[in-house]
Structure formats: structure tokens, C-alpha cells
């Protein structure tokens, strides 16, 4: 291969990767924020994503709805159900047996199935950005897709947004804190319960919003929970629970690095993505970021 | 009473010490437990006391100096590796199997203090003599009542003998005994006291308590520690009298 | 306390190895199921390789406490390695069950050497991973798995060169539960001996078991060891049934189906695999008829009930019958 060649590959999966990464990204900060903060094992968060998705696309297709409202309703949507949903099923098990946590999520995420094919169909929702995001957008050397593109600019644009409200604003403070020590963030008057349901509401806005921005890459079918469980996984994993910082180097590394595998060596597919995984991981138990 | 220094203490630290970055937890602690010792560690709330627990008995790792048990060096020894060694401790809050009977909490420690307890196929109930042993414990300490009974169905004073009978199934010949009498209603603190009272001669204790009835009671040493730092050490009158001992306590709250 | 009540509290806990009469139930059943459904004994034969297999996962979820999500690696494992023998001139089933079980003790001591000195969710993750691993190395190594297709042309001879299966399952059930009733033996011997109870031990309070000088990662490493023997057992026995060996066998659909199966039964219990196997399989035969779709919900709602209302699952529900029963005397 031709050294411009070469570059050009390098290039491609650059981008491609880092789109990717931002995808994972969003899904995956909000399952480490809940993690961290009420040590929950929440198999289910990919579910959040997928709802997202489905309601994003069915008021594109169904009602004519222009993508950056529909995108906009998907996340509130989620965001809102999510509130019930923390107060009653999840919260009973803070505490609980993390093979409870397990197995309660896992549950749901068989239901999430059942009912997607029951009202959506087996097959993944058709989605078509907007015409301003469709196409290629030429920088002079290259020309990249738009839609990618406007993924990767908006991904940084909100894990910018992200790390100010965590580190300038009351609740982000109080967030911190309480990941930190959470007996301690009581006792000085925060109130753990409230921030719980808003930190679970949030994070389950931010999968939603993941779901349906990330349409393009990761289809949006009833399977979606459970066919990308392991790389959401992975990402909170190797970042570190409870931080917004760790799953942005791990899904970078871990968009960057599958892309790049795929492309480069398919015979081998995601097998050294898993190997990577278990180095870090038995390097780092507690990610890369994670606290002692 | 001769102190024994001629004879290796059964437990010695030397500059011992421990820090969480800024913050030290273990200053240079110089420590000597004699054989057969009765001795109490006492210091203000924060002071180091169950760090230096956890330090010599493993569940915690020393950032430099040493830790000898017998005079054999322990410090890179594991916690399990220290307490075939000869060292057993009970936690401040209890550490016990609450799903499994008192018995069974105790059969456990034998069993491992025997060795036989990773024996694959044959039947635990086979070696009658682990039970039998630890059944003795459970009379010694006037807990053999409720020897079948889920240790979370008992009253916590006598969950804390449980604690103490678990250890001694290890057959220790060093003991560290975190506030033992902690958390238990003070009706009730007495059967501890004497149960301590009652422990082998030849056994080195080492009590961490915040009750000084008790310290003055049952120790025959006493160790000061303040902020990770040895303040001062001797027998119970020298202690009693040290003007920077009283200054130290000032501003806590006096036991009754 | 008198000597008679003494030695009375010490042989009651040193009879609870000894066997109890309810205790042939479950082998007296599967006895009168041969005779009642002969029709279906092919699926009896599959339930029966499952139960080995949710036996291992019992374990170590329920004694060692080792939440884990990859049980399927070694299922899968043993279910390649008995196919792959039987696929290249190796018939006898029973030298493929022992290749399995060792294939399978193999994965389990490499993966539990590096995996059990984490804990909470790195050993999560690990055994999550090292199952997604297995997978996609078998879907990518198609010369030797069949990739997706499966493997190809197992040809599985007699048992013992007298008793060749037919597809009526006649030898097929009894093979199986032969094995199982040798996976049975060995578990509950371990459950009973001073290292299975050390196990309960560690997953109660594994500070105390520390602090008690028990070498905890030696004993998981072992359970872990043993268990994934028994689960590439029950892999062979699959394999060797059905006559086939696909990627599913290495699924985490699969690692998270069998420990459904044994929560429903009762954890811990021993004998909650020979309840919530046959309960799911074969609620799951019946619903599959009438709709895949809404199996995948109902037993996802009744998952998510079990957890909030009956923790211990069937076994555990009778429990607490019995007790309340026996409180009301």
C-alpha cells in the first residue's frame, strides 16, 4: 500500500472510529454516573438507548416530524419515564445483591425485546437524516460524511457541556460527592434520594439521546439492548464508574481501536478488542480513571 | 513482675508506617507485645488505633518498616499466611457468617486451624472432633445454647463472644481484640469482661478500647497512640497520672 | 447444659451430610418420565444435560458467590471439543465426555487464575468477556468450528461400543442421566465436606474467611476449576445428543439463560437446577409453539418478579412454607 494510501486508511479510521466512539459515548457516561453513584449493576441501560431510537424514528416516519424535534422528544421522553421507573423497580434494590441487580435488569431487557418486536417488527428501524446532514462535506484533502461529521462535533460539544455541569454546577458537585462517599454526602445535607432519580434520568436522557443520534450506526431493532450490552459494558469498565472523563478515553480507545481492527484484520473481528478489555481490566480492576 | 525483655516479644513492630497520601495513619510506630501480655492501646477517636490493627494483622499494607511475629518477620505475609502464624484478631463491628449457625462460625475457624478445611469429598460431619472442639469453645464463653442457631437471630453481646470464640478457635498465641465491647449495651459488657478475664496466661492480648474501666481493669500495659504517633506507653498508674494524657482526652467525652 | 443435650446439638450438625428420603425424588421422576412420555425423550435428554450444566453454574453462583455471565465458555467449549473429536474419527461418546470435561477444567483454571483475584464488577466484566471471546474466536476460526454454520460431520458411535443412539432418545436420556447422577454425587460430596462449607464461608464474608486463614483465592480457583469441567460435561453431553455443535453454545444468550433457570429453581440449594431446569425448558417448549415473542416477555416479567417478591426461587418459597407451617404448631 502507497504511503498516502496508508494515511488515507488511517485517516478514514480515525474518523469513523471517533464517530463510533461518540456514539458509545453518550450511551454509555450515564450507566457510569449510575454506577458510581448508586453501585447499581444496570443491565438495562441499553434499553434507554433503544427508546430513544424507536421514539425518535417513529416520529420521523409515523408523523413527519423534523429529526432535531424528534430527536429532542426522544430524549425527554426517556428521561421523564425513566423517573417512575428508578422510584419503583430500581430502587428497591440499591443495596441488593449484585446478582439481584443482574438478574432484575436482565429481565427488562428480555421484556425491552418482546415488546420492540411486538410493536416495531424484527427488522431495524429505516432512519434518514435530515437532507442539511446527508451527503459528504469537503475539507479540501478529503471529503468526510456529513452526518458523521455532525456526530463527532455534536459528541464533543455535549462532553464538553457534560464536564462543566459536572464540574461547575451544584449538582454536579453533589454528584461528586456523593460518589465519593455517599454516607458522608448525606450527613452534610445532600439529598441522596432526589439526586438519584435526577442523575438515573439524566443518564437515561443521555442514552436516549445517544439512541437516536447514533441511529446511523448502531441500527435501532429490538435486540439493540443486548446485541451492544458488552461494548456499553466495556466502555464503563475500562473508564471507570462514576466519572464522565473515563468513558470518553474508553469508548475513544475502544471506537478507534474496533474500527480500526475490523478494517485492518476482519478475520480476527472484535476478538482483540475482548483481549485488550481483560489486560486493561486486570491491570486496572477499577478502570482506568476509577477510584481506588 | 519482671518485664520480659530478655525473652522475643510475641508480636514487635518497628517504624512501622502507613500513609493515604497526605494523610499518615502510622507514624514510626516503634510497638512490643510481650508474651502473655495483657496490654491496651488507647487514644482519641481518629487516633490510628484500628489502622494499626489492620496493619499488623495484614488486612491493611505497611507503606515501610516492619512487622515481626515471634521474631520472624511477617510484613509481606498475607492475612491468611499471619494467622497460621499465630495471630488472630476480632473486628469492632462483627465480622461473622450471619446466615450460618454459631457453631458453624466457630467450626469454620477450627477447621481451618486444624488444616483440614479444604478436604474435598469426605463429610465435615465426619471429623467429629472439629465440632466437638469448637462446641468446647462455645461452653467456655457460655454461648453453647445457641450453638444451632443462625448467628443473625442472636443478641449482639453474645454475637460479640461469637466474635471472640472465632478467634480463639484459631488458637492464637498473639490476640488483638478490636473494642471488644463495643456496641454491646452495658448490661451485658460485664460477661465480656470476664470472659477476657479468663483467657490463657500464656496468651498475648492486645485490647483496643475506648472504655477506660475496662483498659484499667484488664491491661497490665498501656500504649498512647495520638494522630499515627506512640505518645507515650507504661503501666496503668504511670498512665493514669501523665498530664499529657489527660490533655489529650480533653474535649472527648468522658466514659462513665 | 447436660451432656445429652451437648451431644445431641453436635449429631445434629454432623448428621447433615447423611441422606434423606426426599432426597430420590428427583431421580425416582425422571425414572417415570422414561415410561410416561416416551415420545419425548429426546427433549428429556437435553433437560438432563442442562441440569449438569446449571448444577456447575449452581456452584459457583450459589456457594462461591461468583456472579458470572460466561458460564457458556466452558459449556460451549466442551460441546466444540466432544464434536470436534466426534467430527474427526473419535466416536466414543465417553472419551469425548472426559476430552470435555478436561477442556473444560483447562479454560476454567486459566481463566480463574486470572479472573478471581478481582472482585464486584471486574469479575464481572472478566468472565462476560472472556465468554464474548470464545465466541467470536469460534465464529472466526470456521476451519475448525464450522464458523456459523456449525460444526459439520460429528459422528458419534456406541456407549461403551454397546449402546448406539437412535432417534428416539432411548439411549440418549439414559447416557445423560447417567452422567448427571456422577456430576451429582461429586457436587454434593463437595457441598458437604469442610471445603464446600468454606465456600459458603467465603461468599457470606470473605474479610472473615481472610481473617480466619483460609486461602480464599486457592479454594475459588478450585470450585471454579471443577465447575467448569462439570459445564463442558454437560457441553459433550449435548453435542453428542444432538449432533450438533453451533455458535450458541457459546453464547452470553446462554450464560445468562442458565442462571435464569437456577434462580428460579433456588440458588444455592443444590437441587434448584433439577427444579428451574425443567420448569423453563419445558415452559418454554410449550410457549415457543404458540409465540416465541411473548415467551421473551413473560419470562422476563417473571424474572423481574422473582427478584422483587421470591428471592430464593421454588425451593426457597417452599422454605419458608415449611417454616411458617412448622411455626404455627
Known amino acids: 500500500m502507497t504511503a498516502s494510501a496508508t494515511l488515507s486508511a488511517f485517516v478514514s479510521i ?13 450511551v454509555s457516561v450515564g450507566l457510569s454516573v449510575t454506577m458510581g453513584l448508586m453501585g447499581f449493576v444496570n443491565l438495562a441501560h441499553g434499553v434507554f438507548a433503544a427508546a430513544g431510537g424507536y421514539f425518535m424514528t417513529t416520529l420521523m416516519t409515523r408523523y413527519g ?49 418482546a415488546v420492540g418486536k411486538f410493536f416495531w417488527g424484527p427488522l431495524a428501524q429505516p432512519f434518514q437524516p435530515p437532507s442539511f446532514l446527508s451527503g459528504q462535506i469537503d475539507l479540501g484533502f478529503r471529503t468526510f460524511p456529513t452526518y458523521r461529521s455532525f456526530l463527532i462535533v455534536s459528541g464533543a460539544v455535549l462532553v464538553t457541556l457534560l464536564w462543566l455541569g459536572l464540574e461547575r454546577t451544584r449538582f454536579g458537585a453533589r454528584i461528586r460527592a456523593a460518589v465519593d462517599n455517599r454516607r458522608m454526602a448525606q450527613s ?73 481492527f475490523k478494517y485492518l484484520l476482519p478475520e480476527f473481528g472484535a476478538f482483540f478488542i475482548y483481549a485488550l478489555t481483560m489486560v486493561v481490566l486486570l491491570w486496572k480492576p477499577r478502570g482506568l480513571f476509577g477510584q481506588a | 513482675m519482671t518485664a520480659p525483655e530478655a525473652a522475643e516479644p510475641a508480636l514487635e513492630t518497628q517504624a512501622l508506617c502507613k500513609s493515604f497520601g497526605a494523610l499518615q495513619v502510622a507514624n514510626e510506630i516503634n510497638f512490643r507485645l510481650a508474651r502473655g501480655a495483657r496490654h491496651a492501646l488507647i487514644g482519641p477517636n481518629g487516633a490510628g488505633k484500628t489502622s494499626f490493627v489492620n496493619l499488623v494483622s495484614g488486612a491493611l499494607e505497611a507503606s515501610s518498616g516492619k512487622i515481626l511475629l515471634a521474631g520472624q518477620e511477617v510484613t509481606s505475609l498475607s492475612q491468611a499466611q499471619r494467622v497460621k502464624r499465630g495471630l488472630a484478631r476480632t473486628f469492632q463491628i462483627n465480622q461473622l457468617f450471619r446466615g450460618l449457625s454459631v457453631l458453624e462460625n466457630v467450626t469454620l475457624a477450627v477447621g481451618e486451624q486444624h488444616g483440614v478445611a479444604g478436604t474435598l469429598f469426605r463429610p465435615a460431619g465426619a471429623k467429629r472432633a472439629i465440632i466437638e472442639e469448637a462446641y468446647a469453645l462455645l461452653e467456655q464463653l457460655g454461648i ?67 472504655d477506660m474501666d475496662l483498659v484499667f481493669r484488664l491491661a497490665r500495659r498501656i500504649t498512647v497512640l495520638v494522630q499515627g504517633t506512640v505518645l507515650t506507653e507504661g ?16 474535649g472527648e467525652r468522658a466514659h462513665s | 447444659m447436660t451432656p445429652a443435650q451437648r451431644g445431641g446439638a453436635v449429631d445434629a450438625f454432623a448428621r447433615r ?16 418420565a422414561y415410561f410416561a412420555f416416551p415420545d419425548y425423550l429426546a427433549l428429556g435428554a437435553q433437560i438432563v444435560a442442562m441440569v449438569l450444566f446449571g448444577l456447575s453454574a449452581d456452584l459457583v453462583l450459589g456457594y462461591a458467590g461468583i ?8 459449556f460451549g467449549m466442551g460441546a466444540y471439543t466432544a464434536g470436534y473429536l466426534a467430527a474427526h474419527g473419535v466416536g466414543s461418546p465417553l472419551v469425548g465426555l472426559v476430552a470435555a470435561s478436561a477442556m473444560g477444567a483447562a479454560i476454567g483454571a486459566l481463566s480463574g487464575v486470572i479472573i478471581l483475584r478481582t472482585q464486584g464488577l471486574s469479575i464481572l466484566m472478566l468472565t462476560l468477556v472472556v465468554c464474548v471471546m470464545l465466541q467470536e474466536a469460534a465464529n472466526k476460526m470456521t476451519s475448525i468450528t464450522g464458523g456459523a454454520d456449525g460444526l459439520q460431520g460429528m459422528q458419534v458411535g456406541s456407549v461403551l461400543g454397546l449402546f448406539s443412539f437412535d432417534i428416539y432418545g432411548h439411549t440418549a436420556y439414559w447416557y445423560c442421566l447417567c452422567v448427571l447422577a456422577a456430576g451429582w454425587l461429586i457436587a454434593r460430596a463437595l457441598v458437604h465436606a469442610p ?93 415457543s409453539e404458540i409465540d416465541p415473542v411473548y415467551w421473551y416477555f413473560w419470562i422476563g416479567l417473571l424474572l423481574v418478579l422473582v427478584v422483587v417478591f421470591a428471592r430464593g426461587g421454588v425451593l426457597g418459597l417452599a422454605e419458608a412454607l415449611i417454616r411458617r407451617s412448622t411455626r404455627r404448631r
Open chain 3, 67 to 74: 456472579v458470572t455471565l460466561g458460564h457458556a465458555a466452558f
Open chain 1, 188 to 260: 452534610v445535607g445532600i439529598n441522596t434520594s432526589a439526586l438519584f432519580t435526577m442523575a438515573f434520568a439524566l443518564g437515561s436522557g443521555l442514552a436516549a439521546l445517544g439512541g437516536g443520534i447514533g441511529a446511523e450506526i448502531l441500527a435501532i431493532d429490538p435486540g439493540y439492548a443486548l446485541e451492544h450490552l458488552v461494548y456499553f459494558l466495556i466502555v464503563v469498565a475500562v473508564g471507570g464508574l462514576g466519572t464522565i472523563r473515563g468513558p470518553f478515553v474508553a469508548a475513544m480507545l475502544l471506537g478507534i481501536s474496533d474500527t480500526g
Open chain 2, 144 to 210: 453453647a445454647e445457641d450453638a444451632l442457631r443462625p448467628v443473625r437471630e442472636v443478641a449482639y453481646g453474645r454475637q460479640r463472644l461469637v466474635e471472640i470464640a472465632v478467634a480463639l478457635g484459631l488458637k492464637p498465641s498473639v490476640l488483638l481484640l478490636d473494642e471488644p465491647a463495643a456496641g454491646v449495651p452495658s448490661g451485658e459488657s460485664g460477661t465480656i469482661i470476664e470472659v477476657i478475664e479468663r483467657l490463657p496466661a500464656d496468651l498475648a492480648l492486645l485490647i483496643i478500647e475506648h
Open chain 2, 235 to 250: 503501666p496503668p498508674q504511670a498512665i493514669a497520672a501523665d498530664p499529657r494524657v489527660r490533655e489529650v482526652y480533653l
Open chain 3, 195 to 287: 471445603f464446600g462449607r468454606s465456600l459458603t464461608g467465603i461468599r457470606e464474608n470473605v474479610t472473615r474467611m481472610h481473617a480466619i486463614g483460609s486461602p480464599v483465592f486457592l479454594r475459588l480457583l478450585t470450585i471454579y476449576t471443577i465447575s467448569a469441567a462439570m459445564a463442558g460435561a454437560a457441553g459433550a453431553l449435548i453435542a453428542e445428543t444432538t449432533g450438533l455443535v453451533a455458535l450458541n453454545v457459546l453464547s452470553v444468550d446462554l450464560s445468562g439463560t442458565i442462571l435464569v433457570m437456577i434462580i428460579l429453581g433456588g440458588v444455592g440449594r443444590l437441587y434448584g437446577a433439577f427444579i428451574g431446569v425443567p420448569l423453563y425448558m419445558i415452559a418454554q417448549d410449550r410457549f
Open chain 3, 17 to 32: 451430610h447423611r441422606f434423606r428420603a426426599l432426597e430420590a425424588l428427583p431421580w425416582l421422576l425422571a425414572i417415570a
Open chain 1, 65 to 113: 416530524v423534523p429529526f432535531p424535534l424528534a430527536l429532542a422528544g426522544g430524549t425527554i421522553a426517556v428521561a421523564v419515564l425513566a423517573v417512575p421507573l428508578e422510584r419503583f423497580l430500581y430502587r428497591p434494590l440499591y443495596g441488593a445483591d449484585e446478582l439481584d441487580q443482574v438478574l432484575m435488569t436482565m429481565g427488562l431487557v428480555f421484556m425491552s425485546v
Open chain 1, 14 to 26: 480515525a474518523f469513523h472510529g471517533t464517530a463510533f466512539a461518540m456514539v458509545l459515548y453518550l
